[in-house]
């Protein structure tokens, strides 16, 4: 099946850290994401919030809007206040034509905390359990109805981090929830990237590709570091350039005709790991790991790469 190859552009800046690559202009990273390969660019926080501002921006690079991460409090709001909480970014990725919502919930969550462990994260009850996925699916019908699909994104310091509670979280809600696969965060978390896609192959609307430095995963590991400690110790990397097998974990998307985005997204200190150099890897092993898995992506590859 056709994909599209998509970037984030936390790898020139990072949101949860703004003084990584805080200094970059949106236009450096836009062009080199152009120049790396990649047909579309996630959201990040230098960019404009207004359909009006944003499309030409984008168009002068030659980039589509993928999609957008949106933290919710489903575990401490309504229904009614999460849809109105999240009225703005809807509005927005439906005027730029994006087919899924990169969305997690942030209760709670540590993942932005420097000075705390990952082991302080939160975690649901069982009684939880079922409430929160009777919420996220009334949420998930919401976006459907205005032609968004929601990504689940299970996140490392957030409560839905594990390969068990992917697996809970999806028994818990309807087929509205889809899932946004990360093998970087599954493979963090102790999980098995190829095993999950296997399991719910047909509901992955959306597909993170990172990749893990097992060295650095095993130290921060062995002494509870925080999420953004881990990132900028260089936990992650792009495809191609760690221990995550992609081929494995994307041919269960090829066997299930998947042909939505696939997004480069290794989270680094920019200053070590220099931007254009890294997309242009990240993107030229993605491409051959989704030729390999029976992915067909558009486009075709520059010499430049």
């Known amino acids: 099946m056709t994909v599209r190859i998509g970037t984030n552009p936390i790898g020139w800046s990072n949101?949860?850290?703004?003084?990584?690559?805080?200094?970059?202009?949106?236009?450096?990273c836009l062009a080199e994401a152009r120049e790396a390969g990649f047909a579309g660019i996630?959201?990040?926080?230098?960019?404009?919030?207004e359909a009006a501002a944003l499309t030409p921006v984008l168009d002068r690079f030659g980039l589509a809007l993928v999609s957008g991460w949106y933290g919710s409090a489903l575990r401490h709001r309504t229904v009614d206040?999460?849809?109105a909480a999240v009225e703005a970014h809807l509005s927005l990725l439906h005027?730029?034509?994006?087919?899924v919502m990169v969305f997690a919930e942030t209760s709670d969550a540590v993942h932005g905390r420097r000075?705390?462990?990952?082991s302080?994260?939160?975690?649901?009850?069982d009684s939880e359990w079922p409430v929160f996925g009777e919420r996220l699916t009334a949420i998930a019908e919401h976006l459907r109805s205005r032609g968004v699909r929601m990504a689940y994104h299970h996140?490392?310091?957030?409560?839905?981090?594990?390969?068990?509670?992917v697996d809970r979280l999806m028994s818990v809600t309807g087929e509205a929830v889809g899932l946004l696969l990360d093998t970087g965060h599954l493979t963090y978390a102790g999980g098995d990237p190829a095993a999950v896609a296997r399991r719910h192959a047909g509901r992955i609307a959306h597909v993170h590709c990172k990749d893990v430095r097992a060295g650095i995963l095993r130290q921060v590991l062995s002494r509870d570091a925080s999420f953004l400690d881990a990132v900028i110790e260089g936990v992650f990397t792009v495809p191609g350039d760690g221990s995550v097998d992609f081929a494995e974990a994307l041919r269960?998307?090829?066997?299930?005709?998947?042909?939505?985005?696939?997004v480069v997204e290794a989270e680094q200190d920019p200053a070590k790991a220099h931007p254009l150099t890294y997309a242009r890897l990240g993107y030229r092993n993605l491409r051959r790991f989704a030729e390999e898995a029976g992915l067909s992506p558009e486009g075709e590859a520059l010499s430049a790469r």
Do not use: Q, S
């Open 115 to 118: 000075d705390t462990p990952l």
């Open 42 to 49: 996630e959201l990040g926080n230098k960019f404009p919030r």
């Open 155 to 165: 996140h490392m310091g957030t409560v839905v981090e594990t390969e068990d509670e």
């Open 81 to 83: 206040e999460e849809i």
């Open 15 to 28: 949101d949860d850290l703004p003084e990584l690559g805080g200094e970059t202009p949106l236009e450096t």
């Open 120 to 125: 302080r994260r939160p975690v649901m009850t």
């Open 252 to 262: 269960p998307l090829g066997a299930a005709g998947y042909n939505g985005w696939l």
């Open 95 to 99: 005027a730029m034509g994006c087919g």
